[in-house]
């Protein structure tokens, strides 16, 4: 079976940590799907687009450009699934078919763990707290800049947390 090497969206490259390209077979049709797992960062940035251009090399050099819906799995780790109708004019030989009736879909996550897509690209969030301090520290902080501060923060929670 055919796999995927890189995929485009939109005319932008990001890492793709696993995925399975396949045609599933229903009664109402056959659709091109492509499931993947990205960073928590891709999933983001995608998640409620409902369309895209996506441009899919495969990894026998053929290419598959297609305008294509999206959708985000759930799962353990952050996924997405883009589909399309398929294209009598592409070649989909080698590609991975799937019925409807078939309850064994490939096991992308298989083998990596949220740890392993953190060390390629960790999202930061941003968080609030309430402390009470005396004023004196509470002033010091106000005259301080945020980035000086996140710093200043991520450098104490990196000798403690760790």
């Not at 294509?68 to 997405?80: D, V």
């Not at 490939?106 to 969030?125: F, Y």
Request: a negative charge.
């Amino acid at each position: 079976m055919v796999g995927v090497k890189s995929i485009i969206i939109d005319g932008e490259t990001f890492y793709i940590f696993n995925s399975a390209i396949y045609i599933f077979e229903s009664s109402t049709g056959s659709t091109l799907e492509v499931d993947m797992i990205v960073s928590e960062i891709t999933l983001r940035k995608y998640k409620d687009r409902e369309s895209l251009i996506a441009e899919i090399e495969l990894e026998d050099g053929r290419v598959i450009s297609s305008f294509m819906f999206l959708k985000s799995l759930p799962g353990r780790l952050p996924r997405l699934n883009l589909f399309c109708e398929l294209d009598e004019n592409e070649n989909y030989e080698g590609v991975l078919r799937i019925s409807e009736n078939d309850l064994a879909f490939p096991d992308i996550e298989e083998g990596i763990t949220l740890e392993d897509i953190r060390k390629v690209e960790m999202p930061n969030e941003k968080i609030t707290l309430k402390l009470n301090l005396p004023i004196d520290q509470v002033e010091w902080l106000r005259e301080q800049k945020n980035r000086d501060l996140n710093l200043l923060f991520k450098e104490l929670l990196n000798k403690h947390f760790k």
